[in-house]
T-cell receptor, first 112, second 116 residues
């Protein structure tokens, strides 16, 4: 029962570097989400997708891009990493809108 | 826009004591409501959800929550806390209409410490 798998689990970047976080789900869910979690802030939605080939902005989309080329995968990209993007990133998926979301274990990203 | 307030940042209870975690939401219609739990280094796990119907909902691990429309609240309760319940708890509200349909808004979380 893999559920939602995030890769990598940890990463350290230098300011200005780029990277892509991968999220894969094996539940055939239509909807996928990227959140960031910062101390005392709860989870904030970055981008989400309501189906293959579609993406939409969440609360804090600036500095991030996403792609959903395959139904099971949702990629989060940082084109030019900034220290303010140091955070724990969570991917989630759900069967439908407002159905319970299933979360991955997170990616801890530090930007120096 | 929707919002969620969890007034208690940190709560400490003794093992075996009862627990209530508070959650207040702001939304113009009947929302979808969720409680999630997060253990250190882990993702979020769904405890329970409210969509409609009976305002008292049962979840996993012996938790329950009551939706009170008049108070815009969805408080989480457990009659007897176990040491393994120590974790961070998040309340979330989802919109069922409008431009934010399908998005979840999370509270800032309540950290629960359980004393033996």
């Amino acid at each position: 029962n893999a559920g939602v798998t995030q890769t990598p689990k940890f990463r350290v970047l230098k300011t200005g570097q780029s990277m892509t976080l991968l999220c894969a789900q094996d539940m055939n869910h239509e909807y996928m989400y990227w959140y960031r979690q910062d101390p005392g802030m709860g989870l904030r939605l970055i981008h989400y997708s309501v189906g293959e080939g579609t993406t939409a902005k969440g609360e804090v989309p600036d500095g991030y891009n996403v792609s959903r080329l395959k139904k099971q995968n949702f990629l989060l990209g940082l084109e030019s990493a900034a220290p303010s993007q140091t955070s724990v990133y969570f991917c989630a998926s759900s069967q439908g809108l407002n159905q319970p979301q299933h979360f991955g274990d997170g990616t801890r990203l530090s930007i120096l | 826009a929707q919002s969620v307030t969890q007034p208690d940042i940190h709560i400490t209870v003794s093992e075996g004591a009862s627990l209530e975690l508070r959650c207040n939401y702001s939304y113009g219609a009947t929302p979808y409501l969720f409680w999630y739990v997060q253990s250190p280094g882990q993702g979020l796990q769904l405890l329970l959800k409210y969509f409609s119907g009976d305002t008292l909902v049962q979840g996993i691990k012996g938790f329950e929550a009551e939706f009170k429309r008049s108070q815009s609240s969805f408080n989480l309760r457990k009659p007897s806390v176990h040491w393994s319940d120590a974790a961070e708890y998040f309340c979330a509200v989802g919109a069922n209409r409008g431009s934010t349909l399908g998005r979840l808004y999370f509270g800032r979380g309540t950290q629960l410490t359980v004393w033996p």
